[in-house]
């Protein structure tokens, strides 16, 4: 049994910062990638980030504003987002591929940038 918790949303004004956290507990040996997206009203769920064992990705909406990041020890992921638009309202979800159990999504965690 796998969890992944997600913390860290909130309300928070354009041109300001959050970081989410997303932590993985259970029968964890490996965790080989781990991710962030984000699902708005009325659209699909889109991926933001992802970070693997080499290398980080990011959609190009949020290149150069969001920073994903992660410890292994700790088996969590974060996302720090920056300049924080209106468009980036979302619920925002991590997943994390582990070895030998597969993908596992955490509950989400609601991200509204509004003035």
Request: net charge positive; proline share 3%.
């Amino acid at each position: 049994q796998v969890q992944l918790v997600e913390s860290g949303g909130g309300l928070v004004q354009p041109g300001g910062s959050l970081r989410l956290s997303c932590a993985a507990s259970g029968n964890i040996r490996r965790i080989y990638a781990m991710a962030w997206y984000r699902q708005a009203p009325g659209k699909q769920r889109e991926l933001v980030a992802n970070i693997n064992e080499s290398q980080t990705t990011y959609a190009d909406s949020v290149k150069g504003r969001f920073t994903i990041s992660r410890d292994v020890a700790k088996n969590t992921v974060y996302l720090q987002m920056n300049s924080l638009k209106p468009e980036d309202t979302a619920v925002y979800y991590c997943r994390g591929a582990i070895a030998g159990l597969g993908g596992y999504w955490g509950q989400g965690t609601q991200v509204t940038v509004s003035s």
